[in-house]
């Protein structure tokens, strides 16, 4: 941020957004270099484009009642330094919203693997049961009618106890 809609007039606090971070602007102006807006946080003016005009910064997104802002991060003017190990900085630590739902969704992306494969083989052994099953079912029918042709060989059509408890299983 900026005090006035100078470049060089920079509010050191650190409290400007970074991407992808949004505002809500309530002014702009033309700078000695740039355009400016103003953003309803108080902390200052920000540039919409670098001081040479080369690289946009800021992009126009709608009136705020337009736009559903559940879909963005708004600057909340927290102060940034003291942050040098953070990603930004060239650290290790990825304090940025990218970088830490990048991480999120990798994470996901880990945990919903491990669940796919765990539901993988629950799935396998569910299958292998069921082909068991169906041999055993197999198998009882193939000593169910061989229990026919044996009683339609001896004439009769009933099973008696005896006949029961070979099949008992």
């Given at each position: ?114 669940a ?15 082909r ?9 029918k ?28």
């Amino acid at each position: 941020t900026r005090f006035t809609p100078d470049c060089a007039d920079k509010n050191p606090d650190g409290s400007g957004p970074e991407a992808p971070q949004v505002i809500i602007a309530d002014a702009i102006c033309q700078g000695p270099r740039a355009i400016f807006v103003h953003g309803t946080s108080g902390r200052g003016w920000l540039p919409i484009t670098d001081p040479a005009g080369k690289r946009i910064l800021f992009r126009h997104l709608g009136k705020v009642e337009d736009v559903d802002l559940s879909k963005y991060e708004l600057n909340d003017g927290q102060s940034k330094l003291g942050q040098e190990k953070s990603f930004a900085m060239g650290g290790e630590l990825r304090t940025s919203t990218v970088a830490s739902q990048v991480s999120s969704a990798q994470d996901e992306l880990e945990s919903a693997k491990k669940a796919a494969e765990k539901a993988g083989k629950k799935q396998k052994q569910a299958e292998d049961d069921l082909r068991e099953r169906e041999a055993t079912v197999a198998e009882l029918k193939q000593v169910v009618q061989s229990l026919r042709d044996d009683l339609a060989k001896q004439g009769s059509s009933t099973l008696t106890e005896k006949d029961l408890s070979l099949i008992h299983i």
